[in-house]
Each structure stands twice: as C-alpha cells, then as structure tokens.
C-alpha cells in the first residue's frame, strides 16, 4: 500500500498528489485503550528522531452504526532532551476492517512543522505504524 520512495494519493480528478518522501516511518507501541459509548479512546507511546520520546492520545468517534469509519482527534508530546519540548494537535479520519484501523491526519507541532500521517492500528498485537510526511 505505501511505497519506500514516493507517496502518491489519487484525488478526486484522477490526478496524483505526490507528498514526497516520508520525514519518518515508525511503529508506537498501544499502551491503553478506553472505550465509551460513543467513542474509543487510543494512547501510544514511541521515538522519533524529530521529536524525542513521543506520547500521542486521539479519540475516534464513529460515525456510521457498523461504528466502522470516522473522524479522530487527539494531542500528542514529545520530549527531545532536558531543555526542548513539543506539542501538537492531530485532526483526521479512520476506517476499521476487523482488527485493523485505518487512518490519515493532519498533525500541527508547537514548532510550526504540520505533517500528513497515513497510519495503521494494528489491534490483536497493540501496534501503531506510520508513515510522516513533512508538508512546505
């Protein structure tokens, strides 16, 4: 589904948006999952080299009854040594099939850096992957 060198997404006008190399592609290990009537909560925790230790929590809310595809929003932190530290605001969308979630955002850090993350929640093995592309 992704490739190594360049991201293409077909748009609406069957024309290809190319988001170039991916700044960082990683895997975030599921540390909780909370879950209400009307949502599920996800916190993750890893490293990426931008950003130091990272700890992100989003909350999807379904929108469909299959409760199978919807909007997510979140916060994340990051600690990169004693003296620098970010902050950031995840705004998106997901799509589960069974044990797999789906999902594309649009993150904006406390430095001014805004990313677009495709990423996958692997639910049977706690697993979050992404790709992280770094937009101008």
Known sequence: RLSDKKHLRKTSQEKFMDLGTPNDVNQFDITSITVDET????????VRPDYGKVYVTFTL??????????TLVGNGRGILGEDTAFSGRIQGVFKRRGMM?????????????NLFIDGTIDLSNNKLAYKSFLLP
Do not use: K, M, P
Request: aromatic content about 6%; overall charge negative; hydrophobic content about 25%.
């Open 61 to 70: 809310t379904a929108n469909d009854e299959s409760r199978t595809s919807g």
């Open 39 to 46: 949502s599920t909560t996800i916190s993750a925790e890893g």
């Open 101 to 113: 979630i789906s999902y594309f955002s649009l993150d904006q850090v406390s430095n001014g850096d």
